[in-house]
């Protein structure tokens, strides 16, 4: 089992950054391809970024450019640098291994990108 935990969110007005964190309780997650996933009102979760193993990155269109995906394995945890942000940015932010495994969802972080 592991458990996972996001932080970092917050309000941020159009055009600003915010960085998210996502810490596991088990080193295991380390050797999973990871993952950030948001669900915005009314939307299904979607895959916003992802890292595997050997630090390769991939990320959806709509955030391609302006987000980053990075990690420090030795604090178990998974960044996502958000950049230019936009309001359909809004969401709740999750970390997660791809595919998700559905027992290591956390709480989620929200973000919401508002004037």
């Known amino acids: 089992q592991v458990q996972l935990a996001e932080s970092g969110g917050g309000l941020v007005q159009p055009g600003g950054s915010l960085r998210l964190s996502c810490t596991a309780s088990r080193s295991i997650f380390n050797f999973y391809i990871r993952g950030w996933y948001r669900q915005a009102p009314g939307k299904q979760r979607e895959l916003v970024a992802r890292i595997d193993n050997g630090g390769r990155t991939n990320y959806a269109e709509s955030v391609e450019g302006r987000f980053t995906i990075s990690r420090d394995n030795a604090k178990n945890t998974v960044y996502l640098q958000m950049n230019s942000l936009k309001p359909e940015d809004t969401a709740v932010y999750y970390c997660?291994?791809?595919?998700?495994?559905?027992?290591?969802w956390g709480q989620g972080t929200q973000v919401t990108v508002s004037s």
């Open positions: 997660n291994k791809v595919p998700p495994h559905s027992t290591f």
